[in-house]
């Protein structure tokens, strides 16, 4: 393929020129899809099937995301979301940051193993839980609450995973240099290694966060109503059952709605996400 | 004295406001909308999508503002979900009061015991069965007791574009009534451009979900077929059933005036998109094509075999099991008032109340809709219900791949022969049967 | 993944001196550690451990949830062995896994390349390539089922445009998979990218102007370096690949329901229909703990494979 540094010397135009076409190509390819997606939100029922399809409305209209927001508690759906989506990142991210530490930079009897049942989670299928979980919670009254539907999904073995490589990269002499002027283990954790892999955290609460938005069986398990709903599982209501055709445009509104937040959440914060997934060094 | 009667009012007034504060503390603590004294329903069902979520919450929203006592909190799901949930939820002792779903999911959930017989709910409610028909009765009986009330029927129905009817020289108030007719309306309205390809078929028969089941059900019927023998047994591979499913594939194969990669109900709208001119479906699509402002009609659905047979189901509402009765009165009262005030949601969903008195009410006759819902109503003497047994939910689920789906398919795509699909599937079902 | 199991950050030689007067530091980091990872083991036990043991007990009973379970030993396993359906969504599983391994990485590896260049642009191309990343199963099923149908969709619109017959995407059991692989890839593939991306900037400057100074064409630079040290990238993103791939639903799932004809029809979907449509929690709980041990397999298999290369 191509160079990796175009600041080598003697870059040449026709190569520059070659990736640049290939760029828009995979703009194109990937940037379509999302488009259409937008475009049709905006198209008035009776262009939806218009063929050849159209890239651009005639009559362009926001009719979907009203009929969205007055026919469906949307903003309850959201608020859900948002408040278990936050809430699961920050628990997340301080359970996992914690279990890091000592995995990371601690010498210890049952670290290995404790890396390998970890690692393991990562092939479990979680569909193989859901029954036993559901009741387990049931038993204890945590039906259709937001404990339900945070804590279990803070232990996930990817968080604690990519915060050790994160961690491991931080040099052994601060630590000891911390430890020595007297700092305990825990101010050396909070006070320097996490300052330190600010890039490893945003990359976990973006993971995390997006996950959370977007997950859908098992909140559909254990939420009981609307008022508890997030939004993918009241979004999924907006499908007609048993074959009632649904209006494309609504669910495509539905479609940017729902990706909006996540999209401005992972923008923001894209910048110290790549450079932090390039800071782990995931080599050798 | 003056100042001591204003004390001691104000004593009183300060007690009173207290009382008024501590119960408006605890009315706060109830359920929205409700008042302090109702009574709190659960209700689930399947009535998913916009215009049918709106429509249910809109009456319900009357029935809660009514002053019955009741407030009614509901909660839809699509349908495959709807039952998982109401089963796991039941395992833990959290099922929902009332559910609505369909009768024929009625034996699996009576045998279960996820619900519970009725008779006492009917009788003190005052719910008058009397006005719904024997069918629509049995379907709502089981094993001799009542465990649902019966809401509405929803039959197929044929769904025809008018323009493309007039545009092929045919006649639109006379819509075929026999198979001869209907296949040469077919031919008609299929057209090919000019290297013979055809870019628009007579007739929708989709081969993902269940419209092409439903369209087989119909016909095996009408040809003297039944689905399942009287040992129980799956009879799909009779000569009835054998030959109903060769008419349809012979639709495909030697008419050419379907193609069963055409059409079906996720996002492909092929009658909507000019895709085909014909379809039979249920009423519940009057409102869509309404709304996207097709010159389209309906009518009853073709005899193509000896006696007319038309595939329908119907709603129900019935109550889960639940460890005391507390609710019960609240239940029948709710039941009660939407089974009587059954014209509105009926409409705004698209299917056709089993009460005559709502049937023919001024309520439902006098809309819009009922030029559309006309014809269903009068078939509604032809409907067949599929077999209404305990392990319905496995056997005829659709969109997954059970021994009906998926040698269904494989006869409409040309996988498989006729005969060769309908023997797998029979041994398929069989051995579904057996599990009871 | 050899990072998984190195020791911890560096040795110095300070630690290794008190190392001597060990037992009583080692003791307090024993203590240490584990103080750090209760909350997370706490969690992991609560809500991963003990539901999965719960659910690999439920695979040697029967139990429709509603009654009490019994022990029938390994029946569940026979049962589902014997069932057609469950071999078939096997086959289906790994013919999903077959289509995506190959594309998910090269494809992974070259958007990588051709954005780790310092051109005007790539952040945003970078940008667009992610954005599908956060756009829910769903949407992503309702979305690309559209486009992939016969009559309305884009997908066989360009196809036309360019001469090709319209293609019955999802309804043509030959199809149906691939058109769930290249869903897939357009959804997914951006994390294998970013994981290249990253690995990609860490290879120096000077290895390759070394080379090209000793002569080396760009080609011989990619074979003879740059791919020997993605090594353990390369590793990392077939791992994840096979995995989530053995662990595919969502897209099957909300485009084409398993069909037609049961050729998109995978392992997690057998175990869902199992458990909530038919309500038969042995022979579910079987096929998950096959599913895992499955998945174990091939990613022992693959680790080994990679390191032997």
């Known amino acids: 393929m191509q160079d990796q540094r175009s600041n080598r010397a003697g870059k040449s135009f026709s190569g520059r020129a070659l990736a640049y076409v290939l760029m828009a190509v995979v703009t194109a390819l990937w940037g379509a899809p999302i488009l259409w997606m937008l475009v049709t939100s905006i198209k008035p029922e009776s262009e939806i099937y218009a063929y050849p399809p159209a890239w651009i409305p005639d009559a362009p209209t926001l009719d979907a995301y009203g009929a969205l927001f007055q026919r469906f508690p949307m903003l309850t759906w959201f608020r859900n979301s948002a408040v278990v989506g936050i809430l699961t990142t920050v628990l997340t991210l301080a359970v996992d940051a914690l279990a890091a530490y000592p995995l990371a930079r601690m010498q210890f009897p049952g670290r290995r193993v404790i890396m390998g049942v970890i690692f393991a989670t990562f092939l479990l299928p979680y569909e193989l839980l859901f029954v036993p979980l559901f009741l387990g919670l049931n038993s204890y009254g945590l039906v259709d609450s937001i404990f339900s539907l945070t804590v279990p999904a803070s232990a996930n073995a990817f968080g604690v995973f990519l915060l050790t490589q994160f961690f491991q990269a931080v040099p052994r002499e601060l630590e000891d240099a911390a430890i020595m002027d007297g700092c305990s283990r825990f101010g050396f954790f909070w006070r320097i290694l996490l300052p330190l892999t600010k890039p490893g955290l945003a990359t976990v609460a973006i993971f995390t966060f997006v996950a959370s938005w977007n997950n859908f069986f098992w909140p559909l398990i254990a939420t009981n109503s609307d008022e508890t709903r997030t939004l993918p599982v009241g979004l999924a209501t907006l499908v007609g059952g048993a074959g009632m055709s649904m209006k494309q445009s609504v669910l495509m509104a539905s479609a940017v709605v729902a990706t909006l937040p996540t999209a401005i959440f992972f923008l923001a914060l894209q910048r110290h996400f790549v450079r932090g997934i390039a800071a782990t060094g995931i080599k050798g | ?436 | 993944m050899t990072s998984l199991t190195s020791q911890p950050a560096g040795r110095s030689k300070a630690r290794r001196a008190s190392a001597q007067e060990g037992g009583a530091v080692r003791s307090g980091m024993t203590l240490a550690a584990y103080l750090f990872l209760s909350p997370y083991l706490a969690l992991f036990i609560a809500f991963m451990l003990l539901p999965t043991l719960a659910a690999v007990g439920i695979s040697f009973m029967r139990w429709d949830i509603l009654g009490t379970p019994e022990f029938i030993g390994l029946d569940n396993y026979r049962q589902i062995f014997a069932d057609p359906l469950f071999l078939t969504a096997i086959k289906n599983t790994f013919y999903f896994v077959f289509l995506t391994a190959i594309p998910m990485v090269v494809l992974g590896l070259a958007l990588a390349m051709l954005l780790d260049q310092k051109l005007k642009g790539t952040a945003f191309v970078r940008t667009v390539v992610f954005l599908p990343y956060v756009v829910m199963v769903s949407t992503v099923g309702i979305l690309w089922g559209w486009l992939f149908d016969k009559g309305t969709g884009l997908v066989n619109y360009y196809l036309t445009a360019i001469g090709i017959e319209p293609i019955a995407w999802l309804k043509d059991p030959h199809w149906s998979m691939p058109a769930l692989a290249i869903t897939t890839v357009w959804w997914t593939v951006n994390t294998n990218m970013i994981i290249f991306l990253a690995a990609l900037q860490d290879i120096s400057e000077e290895l390759h102007d070394a080379a090209t100074l000793d002569g080396a064409g760009p080609w011989q630079r990619f074979v003879y370096i740059t791919l020997p040290l993605l090594r353990p990238a390369m590793a990392l993103v077939t791992a994840l690949t096979i995995i989530n791939g053995w662990r595919v639903f969502g897209q099957a799932y909300v485009m084409t329901q398993g069909g037609p004809e049961a050729s998109t029809f995978v392992i997690v979907q057998y175990i869902y229909l199992t458990a909530f449509q038919n309500f038969e929690m042995g022979p579910a709980a079987a096929a998950g703990v096959v599913l895992l041990l499955i998945t174990l397999v091939f990613s022992l298999a693959q680790m080994k494979l990679m390191k032997a290369i």
């Open chain 2, 1 to 436: 004295m003056a100042n001591d009667d204003v004390l001691a009012k104000s004593l009183v007034t300060r007690r009173q406001a207290l009382a008024l504060g501590a119960s408006a503390a605890l009315a706060g603590t109830f359920p929205r909308g409700a008042f302090a004294a109702d009574e709190k329903v659960t209700l689930w069902h399947g009535w998913t999508g916009a215009d049918n979520t709106t429509a249910l919450n809109g009456v319900i929203d009357t029935f809660n503002k009514g002053g019955k006592g009741v407030t009614v909190e509901p909660t839809g799901y699509d349908w495959d979900t709807l039952f998982s949930k109401w089963v796991v939820s039941a395992a833990g002792g959290r099922a929902p009061d009332l559910v609505l779903f369909h009768i024929t999911e009625l034996p699996e959930f009576a045998t279960r015991k996820v619900i519970r017989p009725i008779d006492d709910v009917v009788a003190s409610s005052g719910l008058d069965l009397s006005q719904v028909p024997d069918a629509g009765r049995t379907g709502v009986t089981f094993d001799g007791k009542v465990y649902a009330a019966p809401l509405d029927v929803h039959p197929l129905g044929f769904y025809y574009n008018v323009d493309m009817v007039q545009e092929a020289g045919l006649d639109p108030a006379k819509p075929p009534k026999t198979g001869e007719e209907f296949l040469e309306w077919a031919k008609k309205l299929t057209v090919k451009d000019g290297s013979g390809k055809v870019t628009r078929y007579g007739f929708e028969l989709p081969n993902t979900w269940a419209t092409a089941r439903w369209i087989w059900f119909s016909l095996m019927y009408q040809f003297g077929g039944t689905f399942l023998d009287d040992k129980g047994l799956a009879a799909v591979d009779s000569e009835a059933s054998q030959k109903a499913l060769q008419y349809l594939v012979d639709l495909i194969n030697v008419h050419g005036v379907t193609n069963p990669e055409v059409g079906g109900n996720k996002g492909e709208d092929a009658f909507a998109s000019k895709q085909v001119a014909m379809k039979f479906i249920g009423p519940w699509e009057v409102n869509l094509r309404m709304a996207q402002k097709m010159n389209f009609m309906t009518a009853q659905l073709p005899v193509f075999g000896a006696k007319p047979a038309v595939w329908a189901n119907s709603h129900c509402m019935a109550v889960s099991k639940q460890p005391n009765d507390d609710k019960l009165a609240a239940d029948g009262t709710f039941m009660k008032w939407f089974f009587d005030n059954f014209a509105a949601p009926a409409t705004t969903v698209g299917i056709i109340p089993q009460s005559k008195a709502v049937r023919e009410s001024a309520a439902f006759t006098g809309t819009e809709q009922y030029k559309y819902f006309k014809s269903f109503v009068d078939d509604l003497p032809n409907i067949v219900y599929e077999p209404l047994i305990p392990q319905y939910l496995s056997v005829f689920s659709f969109d997954k791949p059970t021994p009906l789906v998926t040698n269904l398919q494989a006869a409409l795509s040309g996988s498989k022969p006729v005969p060769d699909a309908l023997k797998a599937m029979k041994e398929g079902l069989d051995a579904q049967l057996k599990k009871g």
